[in-house]
């Protein structure tokens, strides 16, 4: 907490959300044209592979082995492989096959950051989310649904590129789904 002239100014959690598995069918059963498909498709595939906005408009073909994505990371530097194909259904390669297999293709004038986001929140408005909904939301999304599934959180975390296994924490938000699953409940 920081104190100024006596005011206390408190510290604000930010409450980071996701899309459930059933809400990530349903955009991918949106029927859209031309930059709105390319808009939930971008956003889709960030959603299978963690990639952040600005790794993925920098994502080249060259960064395409085998089946793996293997790109440093924009904002820190870190170096991550993301399977293509064994995680999600191979969705992410599915996608990207749409587009020649090319993530130029799939980027191509989707528009910058912000201009992405207010057509993003224009096709999940439906969905009545109970959080603001942005390209980050895909992080949050790949992570809590590979949790879900019950994929160890260290793998998580070299996905998506951070050093603390903390900050991967954050990504992967606790639900009672989760908690069930790791509990084996029913």
Not at 27 to 56: A, I, Q
Not at 66 to 84: C, D, N, Q, S
Not at 159 to 177: A, F, N, S, V
């Amino acid at each position: 907490r920081i104190r100024f002239d006596g005011y206390q100014i408190g510290r604000m959690e930010a409450k980071h959300g996701y899309l459930t598995a059933t809400q990530v069918l349903q955009m991918e059963r949106l029927e859209l044209k031309d930059r709105k498909e390319r808009v939930r498709d971008s956003f889709l595939f960030c959603c299978y592979t963690g990639l952040r906005f600005s790794d993925l408009v920098t994502l080249r073909k060259e960064h395409i082995e085998r089946g793996w994505i293997v790109k440093e990371m924009v904002k820190t530097g870190f170096k991550v492989e993301v399977p293509l194909t064994g995680i999600f259904r191979g969705k992410a390669q599915t996608l990207l096959n749409h587009y020649d297999g090319d993530p130029e293709r799939l980027t191509h004038r989707i528009g910058n950051n912000s201009a992405v986001n207010a057509t993003l929140r224009e096709l999940i408005e439906p969905f009545n989310l109970t959080f603001k909904a942005t390209f980050h939301t895909s992080r949050h999304t790949f992570a809590t649904l590979l949790l879900q599934q019950g994929t160890p959180i260290e793998a998580i975390q070299q996905m998506l590129g951070h050093r603390k296994i903390e900050t991967t924490q954050i990504y992967g938000e606790r639900d009672r789904q989760t908690l069930k699953q790791q509990l084996k409940l029913k």
